[in-house]
C-alpha cells in the first residue's frame, strides 16, 4: 500500500494557474499509470489526466490544452500544471496509480481546488 498526498490547491480567478503535486509515499518508478482525478460537489470522481512509464498521455477533453501532468520517479511525485482555470474546474483532486479498471490504492485526503472571481 501506498500512501498519498496532495497539495498546491487554493483559490484563483478564473484564468489562473495552479500546480499540483502528490507525493507518494514509496517508489512509483514500477507503476504504469498514474492519474490525477477530481470530484466536484454532487459529481462523481472521474480521471482528468493519466501518464504512463511508456511516455503515453491522455486528458479529459475537459482540461485538454490547459493541464499538464509529469511525473518525477526520483522523487516519486506526480504533478498537474492547471493553466486557464474555469469556474467547473472547482473540485478536490486526487492522485492515484491506474489500473485501467479502477484506482490501485486507498485514495488520499486530495487538494481542494476552487476557482471563484
Known amino acids: 500500500q501506498v500512501q498519498l498526498v496532495e497539495s498546491g490547491g487554493g483559490l484563483v480567478q478564473p484564468g489562473g494557474s495552479l500546480t499540483l503535486s502528490c507525493a507518494a509515499s514509496?517508489?512509483?518508478?514500477?507503476?504504469?499509470?498514474i492519474g490525477w482525478y477530481r470530484q466536484a460537489p454532487g459529481k462523481e470522481r472521474e480521471l482528468v489526466a493519466r501518464?504512463?512509464?511508456?511516455?503515453?498521455?491522455n486528458y479529459a477533453d475537459s482540461v485538454k490544452d490547459r493541464f499538464t501532468i509529469s511525473r518525477d520517479n526520483a522523487k516519486r511525485t506526480v504533478y498537474l500544471q492547471m493553466n486557464s482555470l474555469k469556474f467547473e474546474d472547482t473540485a478536490v483532486y486526487y492522485c492515484?496509480?491506474?489500473?485501467?479498471?479502477?484506482?490501485?490504492?486507498?485514495w488520499g485526503q486530495g487538494t481542494q481546488v476552487t476557482v471563484s472571481s
Open positions: 492515484n496509480a491506474d489500473t485501467g479498471a479502477g484506482p490501485l490504492w486507498d
Open positions: 514509496r517508489s512509483i518508478s514500477s507503476i504504469y499509470a
Open positions: 501518464t504512463t512509464t511508456a511516455g503515453n498521455i
